[in-house]
């Protein structure tokens, strides 16, 4: 089974800039969107960013303009670019990847970001 490993969560102080890092364990799938998801104490999950593998992104309004994701298909690893972080963007962080050739979900363990002075 693919694991994706994430790294990067941490405490950071409003205003503060993190970025966080998703890679998957084998490299020779094939990859093709990949995305982050976060889960806030009492919400749902929701979508912070999606990148295709042709490189199209997508961003919610809350984020949009703050976060950026990118991703390294030989490394196939998927970045976040965290900046002008708020409290609300406190959650838990999941890395998530649909990888052929069965177009499976795949799920990274979560990651805490904290947003804090």
């Known amino acids: 089974q693919v694991q ?6 941490g405490l950071v102080q409003p205003g503060g800039s993190l970025r ?6 084998e490299s020779f799938v094939s ?7 976060r ?4 919400k749902q999950r929701e979508l912070v960013a999606r990148i295709t593998n042709g490189g199209l992104t997508n961003y919610p309004d ?5 976060f950026t994701i ?3 298909n030989f490394k196939k690893t998927v970045y976040l670019q965290m900046n ?18 069965h177009y499976f979900d795949y799920w990274g363990q979560g990651t805490q970001v904290t947003v804090s002075s």
């Open 4 to 9: 994706l490993v994430e790294s990067g969560g």
């Open 84 to 101: 002008s972080l708020k409290a609300d963007d406190t959650a838990v962080y999941y890395c998530n990847a649909i990888i052929g050739p």
């Open 62 to 66: 809350s984020v949009k303009d703050r």
């Open 39 to 42: 889960q806030a104490p009492g």
């Open 31 to 37: 990859i093709y969107t990949m995305g982050w998801y």
């Open 20 to 25: 966080l890092s998703c890679a998957a364990s």
């Open 70 to 72: 990118s991703r390294d």
